[in-house]
DNA sequence: GAGTGGTCTAGACCACCGC
DNA sequence: CGGTGGTCTAGACCACTCA
């Protein structure tokens, strides 16, 4: 953990604990500096993480105002897992393994994936919220960088393993929202009541090093989807 | 235009023009601080944009990869408005206003406008593609920062006034993604074909100095609904 | 070992805000 | 006018990559 991440931390924290309220002004870069002894770079670095992740809007000649972030929520805002986004969710949620398997990257996968060669992990779960089969989540992964990978991974977390097991950081992601009919497949294996769409999230992740390793498609039932964006203008 | 931006502003240039192609490395920033003459610092700032906006990756030790800006190709992400996203589109535009009322705020207004008293803009615009409505924006604009709007502007683009013309920075924006059954008046504005559900774009828009000046409701035929992102792991 | 980006420091000038 | 954030500079040390 930097200094910088530090006091990134520190601040967020205040924020979240309602110590800076909506509205409020933190302190000056001035003040900031003196209170953890650092030079102001590094209290803009500080600053400009919580800038960009929506929680304080900076006004010249004013200062730097907290934001309201009870309505970001951050549901499916930028890139998180599964199981990192249940642990803000209420309700009973469950993951079914529908499929695990290995297999030698045919020339689909080898596009997708931007591989020459090698296994890819294909790996369909059922994600059901409160009983109910909602989301149908299939992930293909570069069995050249992901390997060890078992069905238990896929049970738990298959971000934990990647993160914290093989020790590789994940760093960006691209994804495409559209809504799609569904197929036959999909209304087995999901309680579609009886909705035809489906909200699909094709999903692209990297590595720090820029190398594709994921690609994944999640399916939601229309009407438990929700996603939510904190933008800014470019420039 | 800062040195900083405009440095930006020369690199992006080079990467789309393929002078910088998909894996290519950018020069190393000693190097660009000597091209350009300026400190590190400045070019780190140009190459922080570049980061941000998902056209390179900067990979320690090694410098910052170009990574493929065709598979972003950006239809929704950030903040547009409707003008500037259907430069970047095929097919004719057709805007059609609705609706174009101005009214004193009742309790709801103010609630989410965060406005005390006043007026405020109400603004139903059915969009077309290709001769088929598929698009219903409903918008909401605090009449106390927003002044002398008129029909004309809602037919043109209401941001190229607000910011041409009033002179206001339009900063950030909160959008939340959904999907909802249409309604009655949906479906006798829009060709709805078959469909019963439409993709909800709820947002909320703010200027530089952290005020909400408006907020908008987004309706889109499912089948021609898409929208793209780029997202960063947090920290 | 030379080169890369990541972090941190200290100092300077500017435009903008509010009193 | 003093205080705020925005920009720019110059220099330093570090961990990392690659040959």
């Not at 910088?4 to 979240?16: A, C, G, H, T, V």
């Not at 500080?46 to 010249?60: H, S, T």
């Amino acid at each position: 953990m930097t200094k910088y991440q530090r006091i990134y931390q520190e601040l967020l924290d205040k924020i979240k604990t309602k110590e800076y309220k909506t509205g409020d002004y933190l302190p000056s870069e001035n003040e900031l500096m003196k209170t953890y002894g650092s030079s102001r770079d590094t209290i803009r670095k500080a600053l400009q993480l919580l800038l960009q992740n929506g929680y304080i809007q900076k006004v010249v000649g004013k200062g730097s105002v907290v934001l309201d972030s009870e309505r970001i929520a951050f549901p499916v805002s930028g890139i998180s897992s599964f199981k990192e986004l249940k642990e803000s969710m209420d309700g009973t949620i469950e993951t079914i393994v529908e499929e695990f398997t290995v297999v030698p990257a045919d020339d689909k996968l080898k596009d997708e994936l931007h591989m020459d060669d090698g296994n890819v992990y294909i790996i369909e779960r059922v994600r059901s919220i409160n009983g109910e089969k909602i989301i149908l989540d299939k992930d293909y992964l570069n069995g050249n960088i992901i390997q060890g990978l078992t069905k238990q991974h896929a049970q738990d977390s298959i971000y934990e393993y990647i993160e914290n097991e093989l020790n590789l950081n994940i760093s960006f992601s691209r994804k495409e929202i559209t809504v799609i009919p569904a197929t036959k497949h999909d209304k087995e294996v999901l309680d579609m009541l009886d909705y035809d769409l489906l909200v699909c999230v094709k999903s692209y992740s990297y590595l720090e090093d820029a190398t594709l390793f994921e690609y994944t498609i999640s399916k939601h039932r229309p009407d438990k989807f929700r996603f939510v964006d904190f933008a800014r203008r470019s420039q």
